[in-house]
């Protein structure tokens, strides 16, 4: 599998992504607000490497964003809202 080197991301995917995201993390409840506020920093700060590996893997960004919520949702301190 050959790794895109210079994909352009727009700034509005970034955006819609990072949407997403929030969306995911609003829809859960999670036992902790402060693995909650952990979490979410982490996937916003890798956002852009998340988009790059759902395009390397010839997957849709924003359907691989909103599926962290199956994910998240494995964790015993997580669970649907």
């Known amino acids: ?3 895109r080197r ?9 955006h819609v992504c990072k949407v997403i ?5 609003n829809g ?3 036992a902790s607000q402060q693995r ?3 979490l979410y920093a982490s996937y ?3 956002m852009r490497s998340m988009i790059l590996y759902a ?11 909103a599926g962290i919520k199956e ?3 494995r964790s015993q301190y997580v669970r649907q809202k």
């Open 71 to 73: 994910e998240l949702l």
């Open 28 to 30: 859960l409840f999670f």
């Open 6 to 14: 210079h994909v352009f991301i727009s700034p509005h995917k970034e």
């Open 44 to 46: 916003a700060e890798n």
């Open 1 to 3: 599998m050959a790794k």
């Open 21 to 25: 995201l929030a969306r995911v993390f």
């Open 36 to 38: 909650k506020k952990i």
């Open 55 to 65: 395009l390397d893997n010839d997957l849709n960004p924003y359907e691989y964003i």
